[in-house]
């Protein structure tokens, strides 16, 4: 994001210096807008170029993949370019990190990755030493893709802020980012299922500065409004169908988006689990984000 003054004269200077701040601050906007294809598996899995001609035809100037749908990097990366595109981030599953790693780096680096992302540790992993293996890998994994230039990062659901007695009733995610190497590991955060665990994006901004490079943003109707200690009891599908448009639901994206430098955003990443018309869906939210100002 860049601020949209540009001061040349010291009279420029004074005006723009007396304005409320509530009206500096409002100078802000994502530049530029992009998707998580995850939004568009379905069509993604028949016509893979036409669906990302259609995305970049809405006006996302991003995109983050989440599988490459048997399709090259070389050939990947020729369809980017052909539409104006840039895919700064990928998902790759928890396995792939831990047994192919360097074929995802030597991919990322011919489709353009600066980000490789893991989405999801398995339910069966979700356990105290799961999640202390699953830090140490994302350690290790960090400081290997560092060594090619690229960042690795985590990216949440709802289930790692149920407190863990076994690590002093803390959430995986925050034992997580304490145990991570700042440098190694990053933080993609899904603001949706943040605030549907009921905790406060902004709270971590302010206590993991800098951690959260690339965010998923995605809208919910109604948010469940369930204690820490009963997240266990929520389940994907009883939630998915709250989910809406960006801007058309309940999080407040001004609030939040005004902490972005905060939190060190980079990319802002569209999704929606479980859209009726997934391109309907992206451009709603397109709209409403490349008019936001915070």
Known sequence: MNRRFFIETSLATAVVTSLPIRTLAAAHKIDEVGVQLYTVRSTMKTDFEGTITKVAAIGYKEVEFAGYFDHSPKDIRAILDKNGLTAPSCHIAYAVVENHLPEQIEAAHVIGHKFIVC??????????????????????????????????????????????????????????????????????????????????????FNKYPGRFPLVHVKDMKKLPHVAPDQLKTLKLEEITPDMTSVGSGTIDWKRIFSHSEKAGIEHYFVEHDVPQDPIASLTASYEYLSKLRF
């Open 119 to 204: 989405p999801w540790i398995d339910e069966a992993n979700r356990t105290v030493d799961g999640y202390k293996r699953a830090t140490e890998l994302f350690n290790k994994a960090g400081e290997t893709t560092k060594k090619a230039g690229i960042q690795f990062a985590y990216h949440n659901h709802f289930w790692e802020f149920e407190p863990e007695a076994s690590l002093g009733g803390k959430f995986p995610l925050d034992y997580m980012l304490e145990n991570g190497d700042p440098q190694n590991l990053k933080f993609e955060l899904d603001l949706c299922w943040i605030s549907v665990a009921g905790q406060d994006p902004v709270s971590y």
